[in-house]
């Protein structure tokens, strides 16, 4: 047993099948496994995907992988080998504690530069302690994200929609959130479109019915989202994908953003003012997301 | 003497001073030297700068030192030392050939996640043949980047002006203009302005002035194109730097991409159309750049 596993994988052709142990090389995250070459480092060109494991159990692994596929495909990245990542996610998990909380992560790179193949690896790491943030909800501010709404069908080459490693401006929104005494941040469209965290989904209640904004190519779609939605459809709950405008979000029953790893947490204040917070509500949401989920 | 040079280099304070050598680690390319949780392959969260080496001078460290400060500082990353930062140019420079052309990357990550330092390094390799662009020019497409022109000082979270690892628009641009048949992109505001290419300075010339998109923080200062317009001047040509409409880019007498090592570069083509392109004026650019220049 180990809290942090990180597994360098050799991608397999998408089609290649069979036993795929002998492409995986398990290392020390303290030793250098990557070249300074690796276009990953270079240039953020790669895609990846967080995943959950709690208590034994990797979540949504079917719609995490159909995510990296489809960030692959508009990087135009080989596809990846949803057999292979499967098993490599099994035998990362084979080696953490049965109980507890770590977020697995899965990179697919570009590659060395000027090297013909992609590079791929995937570490896990115990899960920060989110029960303050589950229970207690985050304050945010909004962001201009500088995109108009309908962005992405103009200019596919933004790759808006795919979750690539060019995350730096993600880490610098919730810097800014910090900076204005936030905890994290909600980014909007240049045209006034609530679009998504930083690294979450938004759901909001209104009128007892719950809406994301439509998963449009600006907006990755959420894994978790997608699961709580199914659930409370489930439950007899109306769920709905549309355009939603800040000032339906300012106007709301309640908000959340939701992530992987976090899960759901309740928005309490939007731009420094206070925001009513479902803690209830939230806590039922949170206790759904840690079930065993496929 | 060797083609191909690979350095780690370990920040130092920006405040301190002497020989810099002990934080310098010579690495081979082909071996792994950074670890899976490096931020820059993680999140492209870091800078970098790209120097010519020609003919055994590094070209325009100061500058190009100074963007990275200034990216650094746009990231709210540690102030790189120059000192320390000219001394490894240094190191790297007098492992490389006398002769020929090199492209020297510098990289400054945030560091390893949950790491309390930044991590860095610096590479040499050999620049690829330019003679075919320098002589020929390029055809380019223009691509919307989706960003009206004032956004960078409305949302400075969107590290726009930073150069940042997290390049894969810029790389996923490039390929776009390849899949339409051309060379390259010029990048264009959602209100239709005239930015930059995506690893490129756009300068026009229109009635015998020179002209480029004036340095607001949504562009990338051009250490090339700063360079030249210095000859210009120099020369007593007028050089200017405003807004320019795509209109004017289309209307121009010539135009051109330039950047460090690839240097100047005729534009031949827009969207499919000859454009008219000045290749005496271009070769007496490049005569230019490839003298030594501090």
Redesign the interface.
Known sequence: MSETV?L?VDPAPADASGDFAATFRE?D??????????L???????V?ETIAFVDGHAQEVGPHLARLANSARI??LPEPNAAQWRQAIETVGAKLPATGEFGI?V?L?RGVDRGPAPTA?I?ANPAADQTAVRTQGVEVVT??????RD?AE???????G?K??????????I??AHRRGADDAVFVS?DGFVMEGPTSSVILRSGGVYATPSPSGAILHGTTQLSLFDHLAAEGRTVEYRDIRLEELLAAEAAWLVSSVRLATAITAIDGVAFPADLAETAGFNAYLLTPRD
Do not use: H
């Open positions: 990180t360098l290392v995250a303290t030793e250098p496994a990557v070249r300074v070459g690796d990953a480092g270079q240039r953020g060109d790669g990846f990087c135009e992560k990179i790179s690896w570490t962001l201009d994200r500088g995109y108009a962005t103009r200019a596919p080459w933004l790759l808006l795919a690539t490693l060019s995350y730096a401006t993600n880490m610098a929104a810097r800014e240049s």
